[in-house]
């Protein structure tokens, strides 16, 4: 199972192809109601790592709903069909009778069920009345499945518009697009800092960076050079190198797809000999030779 797959809510029980036809409904909330259940949804431990686009889709998706005191909202051992976000008031959760802890508000619970197609884990029952945002499984597993779909091809996409990678099977480059993550910075954010350990590799995807290295006699900066969307760096730690050799911080907005060492030396079996390729200028085919050679050496 690659990453982005891992969470994406059991694939099998739904036909990718059927996607497009799910259509989502979205409930109003106030701007307090969506914060907070935002917060919860990033405060989840296995739902922190959605990305923000998810987070926000299943946020409007989530609906209002309501329990007395003493419900049963989960029962242990039977299918889950809903996550729930609670707002206000207190839940117990329980499993063979014994006490596992209460929750209180801003906290997402039936998690479990959903994410990994397994039974109901506890039982979930209201201490007092409770005021809850719920999302259904099949809505849930839409927008997990339809925006890693998306992500894939574009990704994919934006490989293949890379000349380092365009000579990579096409079954690599989604493999590739697979287990990508994608970062964002702020102007100014260090990306890589000069002498910090790291084992990722970085393709900047929108935006610009600066390299700079410092003068090991006066301690100062020097810029060495910038880069821009399609260019990549981080290279050396692929190579074993776990110390950085350079400093790289975004110019403006930046976002950039990250490969860790064992996923591209898994993915990537060196680039085809850029010779076979047809270069409209000694530069660019001098620049695709380097890379090439890099790539071979690395894997
Ligand atoms: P799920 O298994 O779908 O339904 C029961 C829910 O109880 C489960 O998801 C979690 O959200 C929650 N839960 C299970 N075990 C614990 C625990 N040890 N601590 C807190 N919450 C739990």
Same mark, same amino acid.
């Given at each position: 199972?690659?990453?982005?797959?891992?969470?994406?809510?059991?694939?099998?029980?739904?036909?990718?192809?059927?996607?497009?036809?799910?259509?989502?409904?979205?409930?109003?909330?106030?701007?307090?109601?969506?914060?907070?259940?935002?917060?919860?949804?990033?405060?989840?431990?296995?739902?922190?790592?959605?990305?923000?686009?998810?987070?926000?889709?299943?946020?409007?998706?989530?609906?209002?709903?309501?329990?007395?005191?003493?419900?049963?909202?989960?029962?242990?051992?039977?299918?889950?069909?809903?996550?729930?976000?609670?707002?206000?008031?207190?839940?117990?959760?329980?499993?063979?009778?014994?006490?596992?802890?209460?929750?209180?508000?801003?906290?997402? +619970? /039936? !998690?479990? *069920?959903?994410?990994?197609?397994?039974? #109901? $884990? @506890?039982?979930? %029952? =209201?201490?007092? &009345?409770?005021?809850?945002?719920?999302?259904?499984?099949?809505?849930?597993?839409?927008?997990?499945?339809?925006?890693?779909?998306?992500?894939?091809?574009?990704?994919?996409?934006?490989?293949?518009?890379?000349?380092?990678?365009?000579?990579?099977?096409?079954?690599?480059?989604?493999?590739?697009?697979?287990?990508?993550?994608?970062?964002?910075?702020?102007?100014?954010?260090?990306?890589?800092?000069?002498?910090?350990?790291?084992?990722?590799?970085?393709?900047?995807?929108?935006?610009?960076?600066?390299?700079?290295?410092?003068?090991?006699?006066?301690?100062?900066?020097?810029?060495?050079?910038?880069?821009?969307?399609?260019?990549? +760096? /981080? !290279?050396? *730690?692929?190579?074993?190198?776990?110390? #950085? $050799? @350079?400093?790289? %911080? =975004?110019?403006? &907005?930046?976002?950039?797809?990250?490969?860790?060492?064992?996923?591209?030396?898994?993915?990537?079996?060196?680039?085809?000999?850029?010779?076979?390729?047809?270069?409209?200028?000694?530069?660019?085919?001098?620049?695709?030779?380097?890379?090439?050679?890099?790539?071979?050496?690395?894997?």
């Amino acid at each position: 199972r690659t990453k982005r797959q891992a969470i994406s809510a059991e694939p099998s029980a739904l036909d990718p192809s059927q996607l497009t036809d799910v259509t989502l409904t979205s409930y109003c909330k106030s701007k307090e109601s969506s914060e907070l259940i935002q917060k919860a949804l990033m405060d989840n431990d296995f739902m922190k790592h959605l990305e923000h686009g998810q987070i926000l889709t299943i946020m409007d998706c989530m609906r209002p709903t309501s329990l007395t005191k003493g419900c049963c909202v989960i029962q242990e051992g039977d299918d889950g069909s809903t996550v729930y976000v609670l707002e206000e008031g207190m839940v117990e959760v329980t499993k063979q009778g014994k006490k596992l802890c209460s929750i209180g508000p801003e906290k997402v +619970f /039936g !998690e479990l *069920a959903i994410l990994y197609n397994c039974t #109901r $884990t @506890a039982t979930v %029952t =209201a201490l007092t &009345d409770i005021k809850l945002w719920a999302i259904d499984r099949q809505d849930f597993q839409t927008i997990m499945m339809r925006t890693g779909l998306i992500k894939l091809s574009q990704y994919t996409d934006f490989l293949r518009s890379v000349p380092s990678f365009q000579s990579l099977p096409e079954d690599i480059l989604s493999k590739l697009a697979d287990v990508l993550e994608e970062t964002h910075y702020s102007d100014g954010d260090y990306i890589i800092r000069q002498g910090a350990s790291g084992d990722t590799f970085f393709i900047i995807s929108q935006g610009q960076v600066k390299v700079s290295q410092q003068n090991s006699d006066t301690d100062e900066q020097v810029p060495e050079k910038t880069l821009t969307k399609g260019d990549w +760096f /981080g !290279e050396q *730690a692929l190579k074993g190198e776990d110390v #950085r $050799t @350079a400093s790289v %911080t =975004a110019v403006g &907005d930046v976002t950039c797809l990250v490969i860790d060492r064992e996923s591209f030396k898994q993915l990537i079996g060196g680039l085809d000999d850029v010779n076979n390729k047809q270069c409209d200028n000694d530069e660019v085919k001098a620049r695709l030779q380097e890379e090439s050679d890099f790539f071979s050496s690395v894997t």
